[in-house]
């Protein structure tokens, strides 16, 4: 489950990481503590099937939604199941973005309670989440809304969690984002090789509270004595 993470560059750098022309208006900004329903930087095709950075806020809506509300129980669509699912199948086929991110935030129960967890590229590279997006009609106008798809944890990455965002390499990153006959031959996970360049960083409690926001949070800490994980549990 992917249910927090970082994503700090500014709009140039990311224009430039992805080959993407600015369509954000000046609304991406460094957040160190990304939580559901924020408006966060995505990296999409625009209807001339040119690669536009955009803003989306977290959480997808379907079409049936009451209220933005709804959108912080969608922040995740599960890899096995995004193709049939009612809320989640159409975005799928047809709205695939990129979601750029520093790296996610994991919670692991330990002997001596919950242990955070960054993960995060060793080599400080920018990650690409592999999401859907979709635009909401509400009473103030349309609203561009996207989710992040989950797959089963692979490697390393089950020391803290079961699932783990389904991370995308830049060799994946056209075919994810140009219509294909069928999405689902793109939803193998990353080769192991490559997911071996990701560090499982222990970083302090205050990430936990959604108000902190600042570069502390991602700062390695030391393990206490007894803060081994026991297993992995849900966030």
Not at 23 to 44: E, L
Not at 80 to 96: C, K, L, N, Q, W
Request: charged letters at 20%.
């Amino acid at each position: 489950m992917c249910g927090r993470y970082a994503t700090t560059r500014g709009a140039g750098d990311l224009s430039a990481m992805f080959e993407a022309y600015d369509d954000t208006g000046g609304r991406v900004r460094a957040d160190h503590n990304v939580a559901p329903t924020d408006t966060v930087p995505v990296v999409r095709v625009d209807a001339e099937g040119r690669r536009a950075l955009a803003t989306a806020r977290w959480g997808l809506l379907p079409p049936w939604a009451k209220s933005p509300a709804a959108g912080s129980r969608m922040i995740n669509a599960r890899a096995e199941t995004v193709a049939t699912s009612r809320a989640y199948a159409r975005p799928f086929a047809r709205r695939r973005c990129l979601v750029p991110a520093d790296g996610w935030y994991e919670w692991t129960r330990t002997e001596t309670g919950k242990q955070a967890y960054f993960l995060t590229p060793a080599d400080g590279s920018v990650l690409a989440l592999a999401g859907i997006w979709s635009t909401w009609e509400g009473s103030d106008g349309p609203l561009d809304t996207v989710s992040v798809l989950t797959t089963a944890a692979v490697g390393r990455l089950t020391e803290v969690h079961e699932r783990m965002p389904l991370l995308l390499p830049p060799d994946r990153w056209t075919p994810w984002l140009e219509p294909v006959d069928d999405p689902t031959a793109l939803l193998d996970p990353p080769p192991p090789r490559w997911l071996a360049g990701l560090e499982l960083r222990p970083v302090g409690p205050a990430v936990g509270n959604v108000r902190n926001n600042g570069p502390e949070l991602t700062e390695r800490v030391a393990l206490s004595p007894g803060a081994q994980p026991v297993e992995p549990t849900l966030f």
